[in-house]
DNA sequence: ACCAAATACTTCATCTATGAAATATTTCTG
DNA sequence: CAGAAATATTTCATAGATGAAGTATTTGGT
């Protein structure tokens, strides 16, 4: 039997039983809205890990990987993927080692320096990488469909603003 | 040596040096604002990391779980630690045990269902979530302390109409 | 040209999280 | 009241992620 209890405690639980959304009435709005966020994040990336799952049998990291090297057919290193996945080099290393394992990507030799190479997709990952992104899109235009085109362009614009900040900060 | 390959990856690259967000022009408003709220939730996730390591040696999940024991005197069980923090029963079990080991928390008998128990914070575990309780919500406020009063508002409100839309959907 | 520092990558132990299956107990239904 | 279904929890294999330390190569300063 599957184990729902992640997945649906949303669809059980009102707004007014979930404690994390019934805050100390003197809470600050920030701690609000980084709950919100967190939830909102939670429960998008749920949807779509499930989606790729049911549809792909894949994982939503490795979609996002498979998306970076797709934009870069030139290919990346596991560097720039360490940094643009905002993950560590460790974490790489393995997602790498399996997708390679999978046939979807392959690793090339960089003649220039012999500590690293390019990590490419193959024929048989841009093929997959295709077929998901569509989807992949749709499902993610489909979560924001409650939103007016004005609102989604304000959150957006405020995540924007949040993310620069919290990006140019170089303090802990 | 610390690995900073994904701690200090948005500090080393400027907006127009990373892909992910530089997004294809034609490509949707939702995309764009899914991975804005990726990259504002791992940013801010791994501060809030950070900080709680640096600070107390202990982590994000931790301390999500204590906060919720600590609205709750009378104790949670397992099925609702679950569902509150929205993570599967097996995540749980796991971060109970870690956290009955370092005498943070106890698991208490029901009395009147013997499959399942309460579990509660303990005096040492009450002391050292109050003491990081403060912090927690000094970094969060921090963190969001470049927008201004009504910005956050507004976001706080975009987040909660989405939130509430996701949590209402039954579908996939 | 040398050697120290920086860089690219891997490895390892550990933690977090999932999905699926197993166990034990309770509840519901006929 | 018996048996089936539902519920509460654990266990297990596996994936994903971290932080720290290790290896190999390149860079840069003197």
Request: aromatic share 6%.
């Amino acid at each position: 039997m599957i184990d729902s209890s992640a997945s649906s405690a949303i669809f059980q639980t009102g707004d007014t039983d979930n404690p994390i959304q019934r805050l100390p009435s003197g809470s600050h709005a920030a701690l609000r809205t980084w709950l919100r966020l967190l939830i909102c994040h939670r429960l998008m990336e749920g949807r779509l890990r499930n989606q790729l799952r049911a549809g792909f049998e894949t994982t939503l990291p490795r979609f996002d990987l498979m998306a970076q090297l797709d934009r870069h057919p030139e290919g990346l290193k596991m560097r720039d993927l360490s940094r643009l996945l905002m993950v560590t080099g460790g974490n790489i290393t393995g997602l790498t080692d399996r997708l390679v394992e999978e046939g979807l990507i392959e690793r090339r030799d960089d003649p220039t320096d012999r500590r690293a190479y390019y990590v490419c997709l193959t024929a048989k990952g841009k093929d997959l990488f295709e077929r998901m992104a569509g989807h992949h899109e749709e499902w993610v235009i489909s979560m924001f469909d409650c939103m007016e085109e004005a609102e989604l362009a304000q959150l957006s614009e405020l995540l924007g603003k949040l993310k620069r900040r919290l990006a140019d900060r170089i303090d802990s």
